[in-house]
């Protein structure tokens, strides 16, 4: 099992923009081709304008090919020209991530 750990950060006072577009768009093609994630939050204390989420796969191929299907989908690659032009993110990183053997997600 392995988890894609990403943050978005946005530009300032454009997060609630941000948010509103993915949770109305993006978020039911997600749940669509990736299944619900594993964890959705926003920085409240720290670096400010931050989005970061958690989605869970069986691996590193069940990613690529549930992500690949999600990006040959007309109707994602339109949701991601809204974000492009809509321009509300200043950066993106992801990071995948393997749990330590004394950490169960199912809990």
Same mark, same amino acid.
């Given at each position: 099992?392995? #988890? ?7 530009? $300032?006072?454009?997060?609630?923009? #941000? ?5 109305? @768009? !993006? ?7 990736? !299944?619900? $994630? #594993? ?6 204390? !720290?670096?400010?304008?931050? @989005? @970061? ?45 393997? $749990? @330590? ?5 199912? !809990?």
């Amino acid at each position: 099992m392995i #988890f894609d750990h990403r943050v978005y950060t946005a530009r $300032p006072n454009r997060l609630n923009d #941000f948010l509103k577009l993915y949770e109305d @768009v !993006g978020l039911p093609m997600q749940r669509q081709y990736l !299944g619900e $994630p #594993f964890g959705f939050f926003q920085t409240h204390i !720290g670096e400010l304008s931050r @989005v @970061v989420h958690l989605w869970k796969y069986d691996s590193l191929a069940d990613r690529e090919a549930r992500r690949d299907a999600m990006e040959a989908d007309p109707a994602w690659q339109a949701y991601r020209r809204q974000v492009v032009e809509a321009d509300p993110l200043l950066d993106m990183r992801n990071q995948i991530l393997k $749990p @330590v053997s004394f950490f169960n997600p199912k !809990g």
